[in-house]
């Protein structure tokens, strides 16, 4: 075998592909470390599936990474093949050579990491180049494909990816991230198409890119890492591994459908969460963690969970779909089913939607000093509380509320149990009426200054945030985040040991409430007055 062939196939250190720069934060490259854990839970699910075999024994496994970027998943993939196959085909070129034009398929997102993918897989950024360790692969792109393909416009959206027109249709010299796996109607023929021949993968893994920009309109993104899911089952794969953020398990915008199917289905077969995603991804941040799972086509049970927040690891066999989203921890499932014993109506019915009173977060339409007939206006200015004024006929929307008595709660909290103990929600401020707020803000409305001040008690406890936490998996907190919190009487200040006992809490669920929450001060003094 050749010099090149034997150097990219044994472990190097420091490894170079644990030293590059991401490409972005929608777009992350899969640090080797991370690879080879899913790699191994695939190796153990083979295992248990198929009497003890070895995965990586079988000649005729086919791998698939549908959203390659720097070859991690091929690359450690086919030393796991050269390895397992000494027996099978003992000449080590001719192993080699079985696995890189039988067993190992990828297809690069963009041309940048297509070149870098086959660099790492054939050490050679063209499969038919003079130092490819892949010597019967007669083409450029061997098994690694790359086309430039363009988006299909439905009036201002592509009808496969959702990206905006106005932000994604550009000069052939600019990358358009119209990714090939998920721009077609028809998988399976497109990939026999791609690679010649009839195609039926055992295993698809990677890392999908996260976000589509202008997927949401306007200039905001919108998930995408879902599409590649989806796709990725239509190829009917035994096994099926991607790594994802998590705020699929609660939440993100356009992603009910997916989470109801994902959790009702019962083909999970492992999913490994990490509610910090500095630890999967040291130099970027997702927002509300990332995870990654084992789909099993035959799988048709409980799922294992394991939840990692540093040294701390707790894994349990989980029913997925016991609540209409997935709650991480199972101490946080009894507690929650306790109090979901007693009848009652969430609190989110009288917190109100975004914007309450349709005035974004930046509105401008205010002054400084009050005028006959003016209201209060209750905003957020460079991170600071700030009361200003308008006239009472500038509010378009819900001007009942008006002569209300609000505590407005801040939409934007903590980013979703990054730290722990987490405060979950930004303090409460309580506005006397006549008086209105930004989309800073949602707003919950009472009838009297005594009633607002039991609500805010009410938000600042432990338990009340710890409810708040089960269904908020990011930094924003919508109305129907706070669905469990159930509405108390507002004729008391209400403190944390009143609800433990009135909810029948243990000591172990109360010190697992205090562990994980922050202690929230409020202040006494009710503005506007």
């Not at 004729?491 to 029948?504: H, M, S, T, V």
Request: hydrophobic share 35%.
């Amino acid at each position: 075998m050749s010099e090149q062939a034997s150097f990219t196939l044994r472990n190097r250190n420091p490894d170079v592909l644990t030293c590059i720069a991401n490409l972005s934060n929608d777009e992350v490259f899969t640090p080797p470390e991370l690879a080879n854990q899913m790699l191994d839970s695939l190796t153990q699910a083979w295992a248990e599936d198929n009497n003890g075999a070895n995965l990586w024994e079988d000649k005729n496994i086919k791998f698939l990474d549908p959203c390659t970027k720097s070859g991690v998943f091929l690359r450690e993939i086919t030393t796991r093949l050269t390895i397992g196959l000494e027996n099978k085909i003992p000449n080590l070129e001719d192993r080699v050579e079985h696995i890189l034009s039988k067993q190992v398929f990828g297809i690069g997102i963009t041309k940048l990491t297509s070149l870098l993918a086959r660099r790492s897989v054939y050490c050679s950024k063209h499969a038919d180049g003079e130092h490819s360790i892949a010597k019967s692969l007669k083409s450029r792109d061997g098994k690694i494909w790359y086309e430039r393909i363009e988006h299909t416009w439905n009036g201002t959206k592509c009808m496969f990816c959702g990206s905006q027109k106005s932000i994604l249709d550009r000069d052939l010299s600019l990358e358009n991230y119209a990714y090939g796996f998920i721009h077609t109607n028809n998988i399976k023929s497109r990939l026999n198409e791609l690679f010649g021949e009839e195609m039926q993968f055992d295993v698809i893994i990677g890392n999908p890119p996260y976000q589509m920009k202008g997927g949401a309109g306007g200039t905001s993104a919108s998930s995408i890492y879902q599409l590649f899911v989806e796709q990725a089952k239509q190829l009917e794969p035994k096994y099926l591994s991607m790594v994802i953020p998590s705020r699929w398990l609660a939440g993100g915008r356009g992603l009910d459908e997916f989470r109801r199917e994902m959790l009702n289905s019962n083909n999970l077969k492992r999913l490994i969460d990490y509610p910090v995603s500095k630890e999967v991804f040291p130099n970027v941040e997702v927002k509300g963690g990332i995870c990654f799972f084992l789909w099993a086509g035959n799988h048709n049970d409980k799922c294992e969970v394991t939840v990692i927040r540093g040294e701390e690891s707790t894994s349990s066999d989980r029913i997925l779909n016991e609540f209409d989203i997935f709650v991480r921890d199972q101490m946080a499932v009894n507690i929650l089913n306790k109090v979901r014993l007693k009848e009652y109506v969430g609190i989110n019915t009288i917190v109100s939607n975004r914007e309450p009173f349709k005035m974004e977060s930046n509105f401008k339409g205010f002054h400084k000093h009050k005028k006959t007939d003016d209201i209060s206006l209750y905003r957020i200015e460079s991170g600071h509380r700030v009361i200003d004024f308008l006239g009472k006929s500038n509010i378009v929307k819900n001007s009942h509320l008006i002569d209300k008595w609000k505590v407005l709660v801040p939409k934007a909290g903590s980013d979703g149990g990054q730290k722990i103990p987490d405060s979950v929600l930004g303090k409460p401020w309580i506005s006397a009426p006549p008086s209105a707020c930004t989309g800073s803000f949602l707003a919950i409305s009472t009838d009297s200054k005594e009633a607002a001040i039991s609500i805010q008690s009410y938000y600042a406890t432990k338990f009340f945030r710890f409810l708040v936490s089960l269904r908020k998996i990011t930094q924003d907190a919508f109305s129907h985040m706070y669905l469990w919190v159930p509405i108390q009487t507002w004729d008391r200040e209400w403190d944390d040991d009143a609800l433990y006992k009135k909810y029948n809490l243990d000591r172990d669920e109360i010190e697992y409430i205090e562990s994980v929450i922050r202690v929230m001060s409020i202040d006494s003094e009710v503005n506007g007055e």
